[in-house]
């Protein structure tokens, strides 16, 4: 029996000059493909610092903080969790959408006041789930501009990232975004509802899956809503995410 020649790939040359990756890149907990652009800042800016807005998702928890990359390594600026929302009357769906814009605007409030700014930039003050942005005014210090770290989430439309980022803009900082990445947005007819939008916020949505679940499966709404019948949620409460 005639065996073929088979080229060895992987010989000693090839192991003599392989480079392992990145220790996070081998755990896959970072892009470091997005995270150099969110870093670098411009040369001819020299040692400002270029800050992030990072917006990270757990089972039971939102993360929200403010950084800047240093060469020992990032250096948080602020941060906010939906952990600490029972104590601003929020007391469940700890990890929906209006959870995490209810974070994203608390982290935005929380860091204008460590600077000074919380009464120059004050925001959205009523919520309407449109578009809103945060400009320097004159005479005044500029408007504190960060980008959004999304981290390994995917930015598809109605992502809860975007929520935390909604909720910072409208808390008084600036933030380069569109509405396309909302709820509330029509690819096909590229127009922006709004309202739809502010439901979410709001958290109706989840009010109205509450109400349809209990006339449809009432052992399936205390099955999934058992921590709100606990703490006497109801659906009629309507805007319970956002207080």
């Known amino acids: 029996m005639l065996l073929g020649f ?3 790939v992987k010989n ?3 192991f003599k000059r392989y480079q392992v990756k990145f220790r996070r890149r081998r755990e896959g907990k970072t892009d470091y493909f997005a995270r150099k652009r969110l870093v670098i800042q411009d040369k001819n800016k020299y040692n400002t610092p270029k800050y992030r807005i990072i917006v990270r998702f757990s089972n039971r928890d939102i993360c929200c903080q403010i950084a800047y ?3 020992e390594g990032d250096q948080i600026v602020a941060a906010a969790y939906s952990h600490e929302l029972p ?4 007391t469940v769906g700890l990890t929906n959408y209006a959870a995490a814009y209810c974070t994203g605007l608390l982290l935005a409030r929380r860091l204008l006041n460590k600077f000074g700014l919380d009464q120059v930039y004050e925001g959205q003050v009523e919520v309407t789930g449109d578009e809103f942005n945060v400009e320097s005014l004159d005479g005044q210090p500029g408007a504190f ?3 959004l770290d999304a981290g390994l989430a995917r930015t598809t439309t109605g992502n809860k990232v975007f929520g ?4 910072a803009v409208d808390g008084g900082l600036a933030i380069p975004h569109s509405i396309k990445r909302f709820p509330g947005y029509d690819v096909e007819s590229k127009e922006f509802n709004a309202e ?3 439901k979410h916020i709001m958290g109706m949505n989840v009010s109205d899956y ?6 449809e499966d009432e052992d399936a709404y205390k099955r999934q809503f058992s921590r709100f019948i606990k703490n006497g949620v109801a659906p009629d409460m309507g805007r319970f995410s956002a207080s």
């Open 6 to 8: 088979v080229k060895v």
């Open 12 to 14: 000693k040359a090839y």
């Open 69 to 71: 990359a240093k060469i």
């Open 87 to 90: 104590k601003y009357g929020i």
């Open 145 to 147: 501009t960060c980008y």
């Open 164 to 167: 935390a980022l909604k909720g």
């Open 196 to 198: 739809l939008h502010r």
């Open 210 to 215: 509450m109400s349809y679940l209990m006339e």
